[in-house]
């Protein structure tokens, strides 16, 4: 069981490496800006044999900025449908629905024209049944989706987007049990 998803870690890393390292070259001499709207597919793996599939939508504030240091922070909304299944104690494999609306900065660096970013952001999410694996179970099915990433784009107008997140969900101690979980997540973006 561990096995797979160190090989699953593993794919997910090198294929995004790989992906940052491709757009790496030519992209300074492209004008850019993150105002322009997204869709995605995401693939996350978790601990207990534990994996998500999403497909979502950003939607960014209009032309909201703000200067940081060297560069410059935008926000979105990311709305999000998921596909969650975990292995149980049985071996029969949990699967359910989640729903998200994640409110999220992201910062780039360059005046806001470097290719690679870092973001942060948090929201609520509803899954249609209490999360459950073979050692952990939540007691809500209203959480808290929160996540760090980092990413670049590429491509002749920097359409593409690649980035690597790292995402916690719980209940922020609404209810207990609130064990949360990890997800490490691998996303693909193309602009609008």
Same mark, same amino acid.
């Given at each position: 069981?561990?096995?797979?998803?160190?090989?699953?870690?593993?794919? =997910?890393?090198?294929? #995004?490496?790989?992906?940052? +390292?491709?757009?790496? !070259? $030519? %992209?300074? *001499?492209?004008?850019?800006?993150?105002?322009?709207?997204?869709?995605?597919?995401?693939?996350?793996?978790?601990?207990?044999?534990?994996?998500?599939?999403?497909?979502?939508?950003?939607?960014?504030?209009?032309?909201?900025?703000?200067?940081?240091?060297?560069?410059?922070?935008?926000?979105?909304?990311?709305?999000?449908?998921?596909?969650?299944?975990?292995?149980?104690?049985?071996?029969?494999?949990?699967? =359910?629905?989640?729903? #998200?609306?994640?409110?999220? +900065?992201?910062?780039? !660096? $360059? %005046?806001? *024209?470097?290719?690679?970013?870092?973001?942060?952001?948090?929201?609520?999410?509803?899954?249609?049944?209490?999360?459950?694996?073979?050692?952990?179970?939540?007691?809500?099915?209203?959480?808290?989706?929160?996540?760090?990433?980092?990413?670049?784009?590429?491509?002749?107008?920097?359409?593409?987007?690649?980035?690597?997140?790292?995402?916690?969900?719980?209940?922020?101690?609404?209810?207990?049990?609130?064990?949360?979980?990890?997800?490490?997540?691998?996303?693909?973006?193309?602009?609008?």
């Amino acid at each position: 069981m561990h096995l797979k998803i160190s090989r699953r870690l593993a794919y =997910s890393w090198a294929s #995004g490496a790989a992906l940052c +390292l491709a757009s790496w !070259g $030519a %992209q300074s *001499q492209v004008v850019f800006n993150d105002h322009s709207p997204t869709w995605y597919i995401q693939a996350a793996v978790a601990s207990n044999d534990a994996h998500a599939a999403n497909l979502g939508v950003t939607l960014p504030w209009q032309q909201w900025t703000y200067a940081l240091g060297s560069g410059q922070i935008t926000g979105h909304w990311d709305l999000f449908a998921s596909h969650w299944s975990s292995r149980m104690t049985n071996d029969e494999r949990q699967r =359910s629905y989640v729903f #998200g609306v994640v409110p999220t +900065l992201r910062w780039r !660096g $360059a %005046q806001g *024209q470097s290719a690679w970013f870092a973001q942060a952001g948090t929201g609520p999410t509803w899954s249609t049944a209490y999360y459950q694996s073979s050692n952990k179970r939540f007691s809500t099915r209203y959480n808290f989706a929160t996540h760090l990433a980092v990413g670049t784009n590429f491509g002749a107008r920097r359409e593409h987007e690649v980035m690597l997140r790292i995402e916690h969900f719980s209940n922020a101690g609404i209810k207990r049990p609130n064990p949360g979980e990890n997800f490490l997540q691998l996303r693909y973006a193309h602009r609008f």
